[in-house]
């Protein structure tokens, strides 16, 4: 069963890891990476990524993606939402340490935040869910 517009936002706000997916080419199937993101319901979804990865140039070049997030327990369900990018801009340190709060444990958040540097300039990718497909299956 599908879920409702509110069942389906807040579900995708809750930290899933999500499965980008974007075009690379008509030659190529689509890059389908793991990835941190963070949205809000009714707002802008948002990644961080290396500002020169493979991934930027993808999303550059196609100018969308989508991103799909599940679970398996207790219940199987799923969401995907897919848009436009709305902008590619400098990840800012409070934007890094949001998402790297998100998802791990706050004694490992400076740990990750320093790693991170290392990775070099992150750029933050925008987008606006405008098409979605969902499903509850229910119980696992």
Known sequence: MALTSEERQEF???PHI???????????????VPIWYQYSPGG???VTTGAGSRKVKALEG?????IMVQTVTPRVRYVTA???VLRI???TDAMLREMAAR?????RVEPYLKFAE???EQVAVFMRPEQWLSADMGAA
């Open 18 to 32: 999500g499965a980008l997916a974007v075009a690379v080419g008509p030659d190529r199937a689509p890059l389908n």
């Open 82 to 84: 897919e848009g436009p």
């Open 118 to 120: 290392s990775l070099g």
């Open 103 to 107: 998802y791990l444990a706050p004694e």
């Open 62 to 66: 196609a100018g969308r993606f989508s």
């Open 89 to 91: 801009a400098p990840a």
């Open 12 to 14: 995708l706000a809750q």
């Open 44 to 46: 802008e979804l948002w």
